[in-house]
Each structure stands twice: as C-alpha cells, then as structure tokens.
C-alpha cells in the first residue's frame, strides 16, 4: 500500500508544521507526517522549514538566533490567523510525546543544508531514544553527509536521501550510502525508478504530489508513499 504522508502536516488547509496541521493528518487518515526541523539558539530541536521566521510567522530573522522561549513568542498560523487563531513552533518533543498516543509515522527532515546546525543528528536520535520511536520514524534530508552521518550513528533508523535532479542511479547512490530510501522531486520519477529502487530494497516516496492524477500514477508504480500538502484528497483517491 502507498502510505500518504501530510507535508509539513495537512499544510493545504492548516499552517505549515504546527500540531494542529499534524492533527489534522491525524484526524483525516493519513499514515504519516513530513516536518521539517532546526535548532534554536539554545540548542531545542523545532519545527520550521525556513532557516529564518519571516515566511511562515509574524517574527522576523533566523530561527537560529532565538531561543526557544523566544520562538514560542511567535504566530505561525500567519496566513490562517482567522479561522485557527495562534498557533506556536512546536519542538519535536512536543511532536514525538504527542505522536507517542497514536500510530503516525514521523518523517523528520533535517534542514541542515544552508545552516550546519552542529549535533543537530545527536539530538534528534536522543529524542528518537527517548520517546521509543526508532520503528516509526524516518530520517530525511537534502544533506546526504548528514545522512550517512544518522546512518552511522544509529544504523536501525531508515534514512532517506532527498533530491530534486540529476542524481545518477539514485537507487546505487542510496544503497552506498546506507539510506533505505529515496524521497525524490516527482518530475524525475519514471516507474523505472521505483523498480530498479526496490531491486535494491530501496524505498520511494516522492513529493509533493497534490494532483490526483500524480497520486494515482505513483500508486500504480508501487510507491511506499507519496509526500501530499492534501492528505483528505489523497485519501479520497487512493483508500
Ligand atoms: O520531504 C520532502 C520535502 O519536504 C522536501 O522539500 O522544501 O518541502 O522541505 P521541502
Ligand atoms: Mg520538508
């Protein structure tokens, strides 16, 4: 079965990566979430897929320049204020204590490509630990050192290796690199792609796919998952 995963929640109709867009998911069926995280000034893992807060808040500058007390202070239902009112950056403890009551699986995707964020792989996985999550979590990113990284610290947890293009034989590339999955761009997607990746016993989830003739395509190529802003189509589509 393709797993449908709500992109930084049910992002279509909630604000990108806060709890009520997570619930939401939760709420309408779907397998899975995407989130993105960084870390605080004080070193707290949260969830935000911009390096700064300008886009998705009322705040401005780089996340990596508040502390986490400070990011509380901030709206991130910007856009949706109306109808949600406030809604807050979660850390991740925040998402893995709430996921602890229920079956989600947890596609965390490091943000550590434009900013370093040192030790951000360490406190992800202690969280991991913490909340006894390593069968259900996914690690993703676009920055592959990071993954191989993961990969050596806690070989258990299945990584996946984010890409837009251009990736020769991404299912070798990932089979080197230890990531049990690929989590490509849709466009560089051929149905080839998903055979030669579970040749290799490597999985593939593409994003973000909100058509419904795209969730209906990558289904039909045997997709573990699909990567959706719309999780309530998706399910209307595919259950
Ligand atoms: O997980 C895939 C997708 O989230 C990567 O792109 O920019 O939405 O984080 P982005
Ligand atoms: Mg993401």
């Known amino acids: ?10 992002s279509s109709t909630h604000p ?11 709420r309408v069926g779907a397998e899975g979430i995407e989130l993105d995280v960084q870390l605080s000034k004080d070193g707290v893992v949260v969830v935000i897929h911009d390096e700064t807060v300008n886009r998705t808040t009322n705040g401005k ?25 406030v809604c807050r950056i ?8 709430w996921a602890t009551d229920n079956n989600m699986i947890l596609n965390v995707e490091l943000k550590n490509g434009l900013v370093e964020y ?3 792989e360490e406190k992800v996985l202690e969280l991991i630990y913490k909340y006894n999550l390593s069968n259900r979590v996914i ?22 290796l984010i890409y837009m293009e251009g990736i020769y034989k991404p299912w070798e590339y990932a089979a080197t690199l230890g990531a049990g999955a690929i989590h490509p761009y849709h466009p560089v997607v051929k149905e080839e792609t998903v055979k030669l990746s579970h040749d290799l ?27 959706t802003d719309d999780p309530k189509k998706a399910i209307s589509v595919l259950r």
């Open 1 to 10: 079965m393709t797993k449908i995963f709500a992109h930084r929640g049910a």
């Open 16 to 26: 990108e990566n806060t709890m009520e867009a997570f619930k939401e998911a939760l």
């Open 61 to 85: 500058g780089w996340v990596k320049e508040y502390t986490y007390k400070q990011l509380q202070k901030f709206d991130a239902s910007y856009k949706f204020s109306k109808k949600l009112g």
């Open 90 to 97: 979660p850390s991740l403890e925040e998402v893995f204590s």
């Open 118 to 120: 040192e030790g951000i």
């Open 139 to 160: 690690i993703s990113s676009f920055n592959h050192y990071s993954m191989v990284k993961f990969h050596q610290l806690a070989p258990e947890i299945e990584t996946a």
């Open 201 to 227: 016993g490597i999985a593939v989830r593409p994003f973000t796919i909100n058509k419904i003739e795209l969730m209906k395509k990558f289904a039909s190529f045997g997709c573990e998952g699909i990567i």
